[in-house]
């Protein structure tokens, strides 16, 4: 893509096969895929009650407070699964991928996605809108998708920074920790 920090995007996401396919659904801070996404089975604890990247002892179990704000390594499930230098981008990695390119809406292979193409060397990626799963559901699929950051959120203890798209445009946001959403890695 040519961007200004040199990072190399992934041709698709975590766990698909090619640049359509939707690939993997993670919780925030989550490794593997699950079959359901809930408070109840969130690895590092439920609302208000968390026990790893929390900011706030109100919310953390016990009072619990870190100063993470970016995810760890053995929290990363690009590093997990990939190795060999992938991992989840930060949130202004996401921005500067936004800011540097255009977006218009492209169908490949019958998936509606967003085509993010480089205003500085003329490459593109492709975004399926593969929407996110909540409790054993896939939801907006086909309409939006949103793809974790390794970043903790700016708006409550429950959140982690996100790239939201819709088939209109592709911002850098917040949302819930416990949904699944893809993933899609980077490297130096």
Known sequence: MGLPSGLLWAECNLGANSPEGYGDY?????????????????IYGAH????????????GYNGYVDTLITLEPMD????????GGARMPIAAEWQELIDNTTQSNETRNGVAGRKLTSKINGNSIFIPLAGYMSGTELTDAGTKVSIWTS????????????????NSNGQVSNGSRLFGFPIRAVRR
């Open 26 to 42: 993670f919780a925030w801070g989550e490794t593997t895929p699950k079959e359901s996404y809930t408070w109840n089975n969130y």
């Open 48 to 59: 208000n009650q968390f026990t790893k990247y929390c900011d706030n002892s109100a919310n």
């Open 76 to 83: 990363d499930a690009a590093t997990a699964i990939l190795g």
């Open 151 to 166: 970043s903790y959120g700016t708006y409550s203890t429950s959140t982690a920074m996100i790239s939201h798209f819709t």
